[in-house]
């Protein structure tokens, strides 16, 4: 096996799996400090990056059913992180919006974490951070189209995707 074989083994084997637990239990640890489940936390991620969804919008991007997504836009909305609106085009609708004054103690979190997290790129330069940006943006992006394939190879084998253990 040639030095770029084991190195591309080992960042997509033992490094990348731990990297990915490690960001599941950090992120998990940010949704308990926040009051929140780690699929609320999540859903309300893609509520803010996206500005505006819907529930079904929410539910496909996520694989929740539309009842546990209801049950996540409650909480929320409850916590007073997200904001039912009606549709203007379509009235049976409701847009999800983040309620952006109530996200002054997630801020202050993220923006100490970014601070401590600012280190771990002194060192490299500019080419290699562009390569760095550049593995985060593919391996994003390889992420949801294979979160989109096993989804639908359960749901066309007949079955259903369910919630996760311990998840509400």
Avoid: W
Avoid at 3 to 11: C, F
Avoid at 74 to 86: D, F, K
Avoid at 124 to 149: G, K
């Amino acid at each position: 096996m040639s030095g770029r074989d084991e190195l591309t083994e080992r960042i997509l084997g033992t490094l990348a799996r731990r990297h990915s637990t490690a960001t599941v239990l950090f992120h998990h640890a940010v949704a308990e400090r926040l009051g929140l489940g780690p699929t609320d936390h999540k859903c309300l991620d893609l509520v803010v990056e996206h500005q505006t969804v819907t529930g079904s919008e929410l539910a496909a991007m996520t694989g929740l059913t539309s009842g546990a997504v209801t049950g996540v836009v409650n909480r929320l909305e409850q916590a007073g992180y997200i904001r039912r609106e009606p549709d203007p085009e379509d009235g049976r609708r409701q847009l999800l919006r983040p309620v952006p004054e109530r996200f002054g103690e997630a801020e202050r979190l993220f923006k100490g974490i970014a601070v401590s997290a600012a280190g771990l790129l002194d060192g490299f330069d500019d080419q290699q951070l562009e390569a760095i940006a550049t593995f985060l943006t593919r391996s994003t992006e390889f992420a949801r189209e294979r979160a989109a394939v096993l989804r639908a190879e359960v749901l066309g084998r007949g079955g259903r995707t369910r919630k996760t253990q311990g998840e509400p």
